[in-house]
């Protein structure tokens, strides 16, 4: 690959000082498509408290994104006992007024509580976590007897 950009380069050189790359404008439709630069913004609570055992867990937050807009929000959950990397998924749904919601059902729970965290991206697949760690560090919530 270098050498091939060397040769190029030693071309138009040789040239010798014709502007070949200048005019560059007919890139601008490109350049508007990869604009957004900015992963979304998430805005959640975790869980301070136990949930109830045998229920329905419903995760909500609050989910911005400048410019192209959140394409789509996932939640991923594991038991506490899975020692597997395996992470269920469940796609959050828009509620309105930036507050978009997902359920663990209450048929997912094997142990006495669950890891979770919350991924969210944009129309230009920018995306981002809460918490930062995301499946590293993930949140994480017990169950109630
Ligand atoms: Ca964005």
Redesign the pocket.
């Known amino acids: 690959m270098s050498s091939v950009l060397t040769l190029l380069l030693a071309c138009q050189e040789g040239i010798g000082g014709n502007n070949v790359s200048g005019g560059g404008t007919s890139d601008t439709e490109e350049f508007d498509e990869g604009s957004?630069?900015?992963?979304?913004t998430i805005v959640f609570d975790p869980f301070t408290d136990n949930q109830p055992s045998g229920t329905d867990v419903v995760v909500e937050a609050y989910i911005t994104?400048?410019?192209?807009?959140v394409f789509m929000a996932t939640l991923y959950f594991r038991n506490e006992t899975d020692s597997s990397k395996d992470w269920s998924s469940v796609g959050f749904a828009a509620q309105g007024d930036e507050l978009w919601q997902a359920t663990i059902q209450a048929d997912e729970q094997h142990s006495g509580g669950m890891w979770y965290y919350l991924l969210a991206v944009?129309?230009?697949q920018?995306s981002v976590t809460s918490p930062d760690g995301g499946d590293e560090e993930p949140y994480h919530f017990g169950y109630s007897d």
């Open positions: 957004d630069q900015v992963a979304p994104d400048d410019e192209t807009g944009d129309m230009a920018n």
